[in-house]
Every structure is written in C-alpha cells, then in structure tokens.
C-alpha cells in the first residue's frame, strides 16, 4: 500500500500467550551483615519494580503485543521486490522497541537486521553518516569495519563496494535489512544549514539511488508524523513504499504489560484497577509504564529494606493516587505529545479540557464558544478545523455527540499544566491575526 494509503490494523496480537512470562522476582545483591560479631558478604533479597518508563526495550521482558507488526515486517520482506517499509506514529508509543525487536525478530538465515538511529546525525556529511552505518553492519556480522575516510558524500563506495563485499560474507540469499529510528530528524534541520553533502538532504538522494540499482538491501524507516506532515522529498522517496501506522496496544496485551509485577511476585491488582489504569492511559504503552511504575513505588515506599511479607493488593484508590503523581514526573512525555500538535491544535484542545469531564463527548460549538468567551481573537478558521487534525492524530475520539480525549491522562495535563489562559497570554495578538497560527 503505498505511503499516502497506510495500512492499519484494529488491535495487535499477543507477542506472548495467555499466561505472562515468569521472570525473577527478586534481585539479589550484596550487603555487609554483622553474624555472630563479625561482618560478613551477604545476598540480600529485594523486590524488583518491573515498569520501565522511557528506555526502548531491547529485550523481550516487558514487551508485549505488536506480533501484527513483526509479522507484517517479516513477510513483506520475503518479497525480494520490497525493499523499503516505513512505520509510523505518534511519540512514546514504542516505535524505537519495536526496530529493537525486530533487530531480534527476524530470522537470521534469511535477514541480517541492524539497528541505526539517525537522532543527531542530519548536520553530518553523508559519507560520515554512511562510515558509522558500515560500522554498525561490520560489528553486527562480525566483518572487518572499512577505512572511514574511503566513505563519500553521494554514496559511491557503501554502493559499489561496501553492499558487494557484505553479500560475500552473508552468501548468496540473506538480505541486509537497515532499521532506520528517528527518520524524521532530516526534516527537522534548517534550510540555511543543509547543503547538498549533508545528511539532511544527500540522504535522501542516496536512498533513491540505492533502491534503484539494487534490491537486495532493505530499509525499515521509522517516523514520528503523517505522511502529509512531511517533506516533498520524504513524499518522493516512499511514495511506493508500503507503510502501517503503530496504535495504541490492544486491551488484552495492555493488561499483561499492567501485570508483570503479578509475574514477579510483588503487587497484586484487582480487576478493576486494571481496567482502571486502561481508562487512564488510554492503553499507550508508555504511560502504562508510567503509571504502573507510580504505583509499584508508592506500593513499596515503606519498605526500609528488609521486604515485605505480602505482595500490595492495588484497587482503584492506590491507582488515582498514582494518577496524580504520574502527572508532575511524566511531564516531560505529555509535554512531546502537546509539542506535537500545532497552534490552533493546542487552543482547542486546551478549551476543551476546561470543559469536559472525564470521557464526556463535547459538540465543537461548546468548545467554540468556550474559546470565543476567552478571547474572540483566538476563533480563526484553523482553531475551527482543528478536530479533524486532532482525531487523524489520535489525540480526540469523535461520535456524533462530539470529541472526547484518546487519553484521560492527557487531558488533566492539559487542564493543569497549559490552561487556554497561560495560552493566550503568550500568543501575540498581532501574529495571530495576521494567520501565524
């Protein structure tokens, strides 16, 4: 399907079964103990919190679901004539773990996957670029790494030369697979910095050339936007690419991931508040960990080392209590998602958190007029048309009564920290008229 067509799916299968995978309960390390008078080394038991909230998963222990994706991945890419995939979606919602998964994922007799992040790389000469990516296979397959000084700045020598010396190494069927994290980044330099031998744009041309003239590598791209939101050369280069949109988790691996601390012997949750930190969290991964993190902490505040005897039961109290913390230190990741979001985006959505309750459904005319009584000059035509960019984004659900937040939690962070009048204050009535926005 190509780039302005993605493929979606409505929920992702489970990356592990029914049961979820038994992992250590305690972590051991080792203290100094006074025994009989003397000081001796001792393994000390201690509970492990198994919520890991910001750093991608490498491994497979606190990933689950997005077997579709890997899926996806692994059959397309059988096709010889498929060699560029691009996956899309909103930040925190494991685009990164998922390129690390896959690095493990696909098979090895018929891949060689290698895991390379383009975050910092789109000022650099392309051929400096290029030199640590030949490291990176080099290290992976175990092959002697080339000169970095033999690597130009269209592409020349990792075309003619680096790609046929690989394929001796790897025989005559495997395919190098490059999974490419943070692709969007070559957007994000500025037009008086790029020059035709930077990354930010000499990649691009020597992605087309390596497509055209050889099918055998493939590239898994991963962007953090709408394929509309990027540029024409983006459009260009993936405009046959095939390309899927990662969503929030389906309920049923949500819930596993909220339950790994049950695996580990440290909490026990209620079924109500695991439907609870779903309503919350809307079930994007990174805020399941986030919150699940809040509450294991909280639950094991009071330990002063020695353990404790019983596993914390969690109800639907501990979980808003957890709710309220996860607000001030997951800051940082809700302020992304608002980032994310354009102006008139930002006005509406902060109009409609002051007047909806939690999963109540709001007629654009009531945000609209919320708006207008807090500043008829913020009421422009893009403040009007901006639920339908909010709903393609995941950010607003829609029905005919109206839009409600995709995530609870957003919206108290909205309503907190970025209320329509910390918003006016800063926008200068002047751009604004003048269609800034």
Known sequence: MPIGKSRTSTGPELFVKKKPREVDPKETREEIVVIRGEQKKAVVNQPVNPYIAGASLRSRQGFFGRQDILNWVASELRNPTTNVLVLFGRRRIGKT?????????????????????????????????????????????????????????????FRRKFLPRLYQVLGKTRRPVFLLDEFDVLEQVAKTERSDTTAAKAFYRFLRRTIAEDIRPAFVVVVGKQAEELSRD??????????????????????LLIRQAESNGTLCFTDRAVRRILELTGCYPHLIQLLCQRVWEQAYANDNGNGISRSPTIDIPEVEFAAVDSLETGSQALSWLWDDLGLPEQIYISALAEIAEEGEFVSEDRV??????????????????????????????????GHRFAVELFRRWVSQYRPLQEIKDKIDHSELVAGCV
């Open 234 to 255: 983006f459009i260009t280069t993936f405009r046959a690419s095939l390309a899927r949109e990662i969503r929030m988790l389906d309920w049923e691996s949500a819930e």
């Open 368 to 401: 609209i007029q919320a708006i207008i009584s807090s500043a008829d000059w913020l009421h422009t035509r893009e403040v009007e048309l901006a639920p339908r960019g909010l709903v393609k984004k995941r950010v607003l659900e829609e029905t005919r009564q």
């Open 97 to 157: 773990s998922i390129l690390l998964q896959l690095e493990r994922y696909l098979p090895r007799n018929a891949f060689l996957p290698v895991y390379f992040d383009l975050q910092d790389q789109a000022s650099r000469p392309l051929g400096h670029v290029l030199a640590d990516l030949a490291d990176a296979v080099a290290e992976r397959i175990g092959m002697e790494p080339p000169d970095s000084a033999d690597f130009d700045n269209e592409g020349l020598f």
